[in-house]
Nanobody
Framework: QVRLVESGGGLVQPGGSLRLSCAAS????????MGWYRQAPGKERELVAE???????NYADSVKGRFTISRDNAKKTVILRMNSLKPEDTAVYYC??????????????WGQGTQVTVSS
């Protein structure tokens, strides 16, 4: 019943910007953190950015200074603002909510994934 709804992916030219949004819906009592991961073909899935309910943030070194993550705990929503995009940012981006407490369950939830392509 818990679902992560992602939006904002697409095609953008190098140097451009995109805004990714992820909203959690369903019966959720608490969430420890929400964030974004990405996976390019032939590569491991990696953390892009994450924000905890306390407001702490973590970024991959490759995106520091270019990406910014923000949260709305009441709405269980996270926003990833991506600037100065590079071709190497091309990947499927997955929204993640970890430490999700639902009815009789505690675990992680993943979104379906949204494609981000940076190309001219």
């Amino acid at each position: 019943q818990v679902r992560l709804v992602e939006s904002g992916g697409g095609l953008v030219q190098p140097g451009g910007s995109l805004r990714l949004s992820c909203a959690a819906s369903g019966t959720i009592f608490s969430v420890n953190a929400m964030g974004w991961y990405r996976q390019a073909p032939g590569k491991e899935r990696e953390l892009v950015a994450e924000v905890t309910t306390a407001g702490s943030t973590n970024y991959a070194d490759s995106v520091k200074g270019r990406f910014t993550i923000s949260r709305d705990n009441a709405k269980k929503t996270v926003i990833l603002r991506m600037n100065s995009l590079k071709p190497e940012d091309t990947a499927v981006y997955y929204c993640n909510a970890r430490g999700v407490l639902t009815i009789g369950r505690l675990g992680d939830i993943w979104g379906q994934g949204t494609q981000v392509t940076v190309s001219s």
